[in-house]
């Protein structure tokens, strides 16, 4: 009898299996969904639909799989199915707008979740997410109100307090947004990217420990936090604790290998420890990554600069300016870069340029003030010296030149001014200068 019993109750297995329910498929694709096996899940829904093909249910959790998957366009034909199923289901309509969303299609997601609201006016979810599309249109405000309503209706609503205060950035209310970070930390204190957040403010506003310690918190939080470590190294370069700061960039590097800017600010880094042959590596790798960062070539000729290879920096130079032609800064650098060359003229030119897009630029009148007098345009190097005083009155540099074009331009006692000047400014070569030219 035992025998039989078992064999009875296997066969009972077997049938059953042969002829799962509707019920049964829909609750094993939630199982498989909830242990992330969304293929898995789609396949049991597929089965459910198959079996019952009004279950809405069934569509609309079969949309979140394909979500998940990032396949967005299937999942907003699968949550449009079960609208037209149940068109009273607000959830559907918001999921659907967050599909458009990830899609780009903003302005179709806001009708998802003006319906939703429409359905159910306390849906706290449905207006955080408007109001993040809102955001994402730069619409600040838009999206504040819609924030303010879902922490109206949920005031322990972390996730709208840390986006209200990204909105808040955006409109730069800045006391706004640190309160919402603060406020975000108060109701969750797992929540390491309000940490990170905070952490950003604090060293925007210069105060480079307190942001460290926000970051110390986001990645005790999440050791895997790449953004965290990147920023952390931000803040230690912000204090010249550089060989600290780049082991930050290495880790956020080691966890987000793609990460170009983590290069490019490990290069910044290991430059100002000295190390060009390694900064030049990590501008490299920056733009194998992103071959139109202009930024990284700028800083990749500077480093050649450093180690005497004037054409390699002069090629990086150009590069930089093809991909920007208003780049100020790889204009000066490239006129640098022929001034090294004994290029006087063509370096003029890059100044010339430097100065079209930015006017207020002192050092660029200082060089080309240089340029200037090693071609012996005395007149023309004072007008320049001259201008970089009026724009930074501290410019011990520019007194010097212009003290030295004075003086061999036959103006000594006006030139020797300058460099007694250019000394009190901290310019010692001044004095040297002042003992040759104007105490005969």
């Known amino acids: 009898m035992k025998t039989t019993t078992i064999i009875i109750f296997s066969l009972l297995i077997i049938l059953t299996s042969c002829h799962q329910t509707e019920k049964e498929y829909y609750n094993r694709g939630n199982a498989k969904a909830e242990l992330e096996d969304y293929s898995g899940a789609i396949a049991d829904y597929n089965k459910a639909i198959e079996i019952n093909p009004q279950d809405a249910m069934a569509y609309f959790n079969r949309g979140n799989a394909k979500a998940d998957l990032k396949d967005y366009d299937g999942a907003i034909a699968d949550y449009s199915k079960a609208i037209e199923i149940n068109p009273q289901d607000p959830t559907a309509y918001d999921n659907r707008g967050n599909a458009k969303?990830?899609?780009?299609?903003?302005?179709?997601?806001i009708a998802d979740y003006n319906k939703a609201i429409e359905i159910n006016p306390q849906f706290a979810e449905a207006y955080y997410n408007r109001g993040s599309t809102r955001a994402n249109l730069k619409d600040y405000s838009g999206a504040i109100v819609d924030?303010?309503?879902?922490?109206?209706?949920?005031?322990?609503?972390?996730?709208?307090?840390?986006?209200?205060?990204?909105?808040?950035?955006?409109?730069?209310?800045?006391?706004?947004?640190?309160?919402?970070?603060?406020?975000?930390?108060?109701?969750?204190?797992?929540?390491?990217?309000?940490?990170?957040?905070?952490?950003?403010?604090?060293?925007?506003?210069g105060d480079y420990s307190e942001a460290i310690a926000?970051?110390?918190?986001?990645?005790?939080?999440?050791?895997?936090f790449a953004a965290a470590y990147y920023n952390r190294?931000?803040?230690?370069?912000?204090?010249?604790?550089?060989?600290?700061?780049?082991?930050?960039?290495?880790?956020?590097?080691?966890?987000?290998?793609?990460?170009?800017?983590a290069y490019l600010n490990r290069g910044v880094a290991k430059a100002n420890l000295g190390d060009y042959s390694?900064?030049?590596?990590?501008?490299?790798?920056?733009?194998?990554?992103?071959?139109?960062?202009?930024?990284?070539?700028?800083?990749?000729?500077?480093?050649?600069?450093?180690?005497?290879?004037?054409?390699?920096?002069?090629?990086?130079?150009?590069?930089?300016?093809?991909?920007?032609?208003?780049?100020?800064?790889?204009?000066?650098?490239r006129g640098n870069a022929k001034a090294d060359l004994k290029d006087y003229s063509g370096a003029i030119a890059d100044y010339n340029k430097a100065i079209e897009i930015n006017p207020q630029d002192a050092e660029a009148f200082d060089n080309r003030g240089n340029a200037k007098y090693n071609l012996k345009d005395y007149k023309g190097a004072i007008a320049d010296y001259s201008e970089a005083i009026e724009i930074?009155?501290?410019?011990?540099?520019?007194?010097?030149?212009?003290?030295?074009?004075?003086?061999?331009?036959?103006?000594?006692?006006?030139?020797?001014?300058?460099?007694?000047?250019?000394?009190?400014?901290?310019d010692e070569s001044a004095y040297d200068a002042i003992k040759e030219l104007c105490n005969k």
């Not at 194998?288 to 990749?300: H, L, M, S, V």
């Not at 180690?307 to 000066?332: H, R």
């Open 392 to 426: 930074n009155p501290q410019d011990a540099k520019a007194y010097l030149g212009r003290g030295l074009a004075k003086i061999f331009s036959g103006d000594k006692d006006n030139g020797c001014l300058d460099l007694s000047k250019a000394g009190e400014l901290g």
């Open 214 to 224: 926000d970051y110390n918190m986001a990645i005790d939080i999440n050791p895997q």
């Open 101 to 109: 969303a990830n899609l780009g299609d903003y302005s179709g997601a």
């Open 278 to 333: 390694g900064e030049i590596a990590d501008y490299s790798k920056a733009i194998e990554i992103n071959p139109q960062d202009a930024t990284a070539y700028n800083n990749r000729g500077n480093a050649k600069t450093n180690l005497g290879d004037y054409s390699g920096a002069i090629a990086d130079y150009n590069k930089a300016i093809d991909i920007n032609p208003q780049y100020a800064k790889a204009y000066f650098n």
């Open 147 to 205: 924030y303010n309503k879902a922490i109206e209706i949920n005031p322990k609503y972390a996730e709208a307090y840390y986006n209200r205060g990204l909105a808040n950035d955006g409109l730069q209310d800045y006391s706004g947004e640190i309160a919402d970070y603060n406020e975000a930390i108060e109701i969750n204190p797992q929540f390491a990217a309000a940490y990170n957040n905070r952490g950003a403010f604090k060293a925007n506003l």
């Open 233 to 261: 190294g931000v803040a230690k370069d912000g204090l010249q604790d550089y060989s600290e700061a780049i082991a930050d960039y290495s880790k956020a590097i080691e966890i987000s290998p793609q990460d170009a800017e």
